[in-house]
């Protein structure tokens, strides 16, 4: 190992932000005399990445392997990448300080397709070859895993291999596989070979996508089954993460309370893919939190999940935890809630008298449009839980819509401007009068994107200039005095749309886009929706053709050998069941809906309390 | 919620590679160690309480330490040594507290009385001690510096700003320029300023390789 440090240390008098590069944060891990090395990347900055749980989960996974070492590296803000491009400077990991080029395996989060770009400079920062295909056995394992994973295809030519699914498990079996046969000197092919059979390991080389999905040729299986984690009682949260010097965006302690979400909403592909629902008792989450706490020091601990406040005992959790830190200044929060769950109760345990605002996604401003994507709640919830909150104190409310959803007319938008008056009448008839000018309502307006193994994976995207024209529809409906509306860049939208459904054609995309300059593509001022153009022209692939084209259901889809347990029945299913405004109940709640899931995985939902309310 | 009863006076460094953090970052390390080592802190008053703590004047990114304080208020006593032991054993090395003693509650706050800051520059670029030395008075006795900070343009009095004449030594075969300053409402003149307006004046290709903050001062004992 090569300690790059002393030709660091003097790049950073002249970068931004230096915290991001200098490790000794507490809780990092420095092991010496690791025969194994393992690099856990997130492919953007520093601040973006320390807030990512999966790293942090697997951090610790890693570090209680005999011999194995885990360390962290992201993607350097521009200025540093800059210098070290300048200086000769590699890409390195924090805690050893050496060149990423030097681990045995490298680990690299997918987190959102708009950081695919961030891919490719990480790895031409580290020296490490972009395409699998160039590797050679001097050259790191290059491992991909995280929520893009459900359709690696875009990406699959930059790795070796990827994880789908849940990797507390995956990553020791990866480490212990990929050490064995390392150590008996095979071929590079033969180790990936040795990987494709650890389950929901997807080797990309050993597959063919000439027929337009991706068959294998021989070793691998013919479709790769998600990892799933049966208990997420049998691997505890972190309570020991690496605790940041640096302001990073979720800078707390988090215990993840549940995992999956089967509300069942038809264009929520995490909703879809990380089924069943698994809860952590109410036992484990307090003894979590106060130790998480208690090593770290924070300030603050964030209780997550998908649907935190679905979990069964998450009162019991709130209350209990806010006698135990009472006094303590340390405050509790959720991510967010769900209109119909709401309850002044569980605001005020987390608030510990504080009234910060409040976030709700009602999705789409008419009944028969939230039908149709299964958000199962009504405008008499939304408006109810106004009035409680605003009665209760709360001054400050967020609301998020989307634009473009299948079956979508002008008058769902317009649905959207008459649902938020109706908030801001309800807000303002449950607050004296003097404080009515304090009443602040924000209104954030997506475009919805269909992703892989979603009811709407068949369904088109809207175009951009549609997407203009439904926006003025909106604009035009809205109150006009006191909302602050904003929007998500729908230029980025269109992209990771076309990032989310294509196959294998977009690597050359993103590496001609890369080429010519982008990265921090998930950055408003970085982001160049020409540069991309150019991209899909130079290589001749249409995205319109990706991301604005009505499927056939019997189309081969690209990502269709990635088997999520869900059946293709069911999805297919629920877009007649959405064409129709039919909704479709939660199973929690609920009775089966027959997703497929638990039979084809084996597995079953598991609550911490008896049942759910 | 909790008077603070006690008030105990921290001293660190702010060594090695943490003199990369920001002042905010080094508060927060600061605060999260004294909760890590369990220290039974007062939390302010008011609808979002916190740990109350109060630090020394700032510094910048970059620029090391051997004498930092802070004030953190503790609702039961702990003996001074026991809270510094547990301290020392919460924290990074770099900014691992040095001495813990409790100070009166009605003292002044530390950012108020230490307005006086000794800093070691070390400097190369081949200049002799005696050089250096020579175009530092000569800067001095000129009585003015305009130093210019993210394109503002600052003047300081050097007659008011350095209650001591700057001094260049020899350690462990480095040069290091040793500048006392007065820390004022309308910001501080930063030492490595002050060598590298030397440095031109005297048309020499030096460079600052290192700032560190030596001592902290009350104005009497300037």
């Known amino acids: 190992m090569s300690d790059l440090w002393p030709r660091i240390e003097p790049l950073l008098a002249s970068v931004e932000r230096p915290a991001r590069y200098i490790d000794r944060e507490w809780g990092a891990l420095h ?25 942090g989960i697997l951090y610790q996974c890693l570090a209680a392997i005999p011999g194995v070492a885990p360390e962290r590296a992201f993607l350097p803000w521009r200025d540093m990448a800059e210098q070290m491009r300048h200086n000769d400077v590699p890409l390195f990991t924090l805690e050893s300080c050496s060149p990423l080029s030097e681990m045995d395996l490298v680990g690299i989060t997918l987190p959102y397709e708009l950081t695919y770009s961030n891919i490719l400079e990480i790895l031409d920062l580290a020296c490490i070859p972009l395409r699998a ?115 990073v965006v979720h800078d707390r302690v988090t215990v993840e309370i549940l995992r999956g979400c089967s509300r069942g909403c ?73 209109v119909d769950a709401f309850s002044v109760e569980i605001a005020r345990l987390l608030g510990g008298g504080r009234k910060t605002g409040l976030t709700f996604a009602p999705e789409a401003g008419t009944q028969r449009m939230r039908d149709v994507i299964n958000k199962n709640v009504t405008e008499e919830d939304l408006l109810g839980t106004v009035r409680k909150a605003f009665s209760a104190g709360w001054h400050r409310i967020k609301l998020y819509f989307m634009i473009g959803l299948p079956t979508e007319t002008d008058a769902d938008i317009e649905g959207i401007g008459a649902l938020v008056r109706k908030v ?45 024209r439904r926006q003025s529809v909106l604009r035009d409906s809205m109150p006009k005095r006191g909302i602050d509306l904003s929007w998500h860049d729908p230029e980025v939208s269109f992209l990771e749309g076309v990032m989310a459904r294509g196959g294998r054609e977009i690597a050359d995309v993103i590496e001609h886009a890369w080429r010519a300059g982008a990265c921090y593509d998930a950055w408003t001022e970085e982001f160049s929706l020409g540069r991309w153009r150019e991209a899909f022209d130079a290589c001749g692939v249409d995205p319109l053709s990706i991301g604005s084209r009505v499927r056939e259901f019997d189309e081969k889809l690209p990502w269709g050998h990635i088997q ?26 609920d009775e089966c ?17 008896e049942s759910r309310e | 919620m909790s008077e603070g009863l006690f008030r105990l006076r921290i001293a660190y460094p702010k060594a090695g590679r943490l003199r990369f953090l920001s002042h905010l970052e080094l508060t927060t390390a600061c605060e999260r160690a004294a909760r890590r080592a369990g220290l039974p802190y007062a939390v302010t008053q008011g609808f979002n309480p916190k740990m109350k703590v109060a630090f020394g004047p700032a510094l910048p990114v970059g620029t090391g330490s051997t004498c930092e304080r802070f004030d953190v208020w503790l609702r039961e006593y702990v003996p001074a040594g026991e809270a510094l032991e547990r301290l020392r054993s919460s924290s990074s090395i770099d900014v691992a507290p040095l001495d813990a003693c409790y100070v009166a509650l009605r003292a002044p706050s530390l950012a108020a009385s230490l307005t006086i800051a000794t800093y070691d520059v070390v400097t190369v670029g081949g200049v002799s001690v005696e050089d250096q030395q020579g ?37 462990n075969g480095q040069t290091v320029v040793e500048i006392t300053t007065r820390m004022g409402d309308r910001g501080s003149l930063r030492p490595e300023s002050l060598v590298m307006a030397a440095f031109q004046r005297s048309g020499t290709s030096g460079s600052v390789l290192s700032v560190t903050r030596t001592r902290l001062a009350e104005e009497e004992d300037a």
Request: hydrophobic share 40%; glycine share 8%.
């Open chain 1, 266 to 338: 038809r264009f929520c592909q995490a909703g879809m893919v990380y089924r069943p629902v698994r809860e952590r008792t109410a036992d484990t989450i307090v003894r979590d939190v106060l130790a998480g706490l208690e090593c770290t020091g924070h300030e603050e601990v964030s209780l997550t999940s998908l649907s935190s406040a679905d979990h069964s005992q998450l009162e019991e959790v709130l209350r209990r935890l806010s006698r135990r830190l009472e006094g303590t200044g340390v405050t509790v929060s959720l991510p967010s809630l769900r």
């Open chain 2, 135 to 171: 175009s530092l008075d000569a800067l001095v006795k000129a009585g003015e510096l305009v130093v210019e900070h993210k394109g503002k343009q600052k003047v300081f009095d050097l007659a008011s700003t350095l209650p001591k004449e700057p001094k260049v030594r020899t350690s």
């Open chain 1, 31 to 55: 092991i010496d005399d690791a025969e194994y090395r393992a690099a856990l990347v997130y492919p953007d900055a520093y601040e973006l990445g320390m807030a990512n749980q999966a790293i």
């Open chain 1, 424 to 468: 801001q009448e309800a807000a303002k008839e449950s607050v004296p009068p003097a404080q009515r000018g304090g009443i602040r309502i924000g209104v954030s307006v997506a475009t919805f994107v269909p992703k892989a193994h979603t009811p709407f994976q068949w369904d088109a995207q809207i175009t951009l200039d549609e997407v203009r």
């Open chain 1, 593 to 609: 809906t027959g997703c497929g899931v638990c039979p084809t995985l084996g597995v079953d939902v598991i609550l911490g309390g």
């Open chain 1, 133 to 247: 295909a160039d590797r050679t056995a001097s050259d790191p394992l290059v491992i991909g895993g995280g929520p893009c994973a459900y359709n690696p295809e875009p990406v699959a030519a930059f790795f070796d291999a990827i994880l789908i699914g849940d990797g507390e498990h995956a990553i020791g079996q990866i480490v212990s596989v990929h050490r064995a046969v390392k150590a008996s000197g095979v071929s590079r092919h033969e180790i990936l070979s040795a990987l494709a059979k650890v389950e929901g390991v997807y080797v990309p080389s050993l597959y063919s996508t000439d027929s337009g999905s991706a068959v294998s040729l021989g070793i691998a299986p013919a479709r790769v089954t998600k990892r799933l984690l049966d208990d997420l009682g049998m691997v505890r949260s972190p309570v020991c993460p690496v605790v940041p010097f640096m302001d």
């Open chain 1, 564 to 589: 999520t347990g869900l059946s293709s029945e069911f999805l297919r299913i629920e877009r007649e069941r959405a064409s129709e405004a039919i909704t479709t109940p939660d199973c929690t709640f």
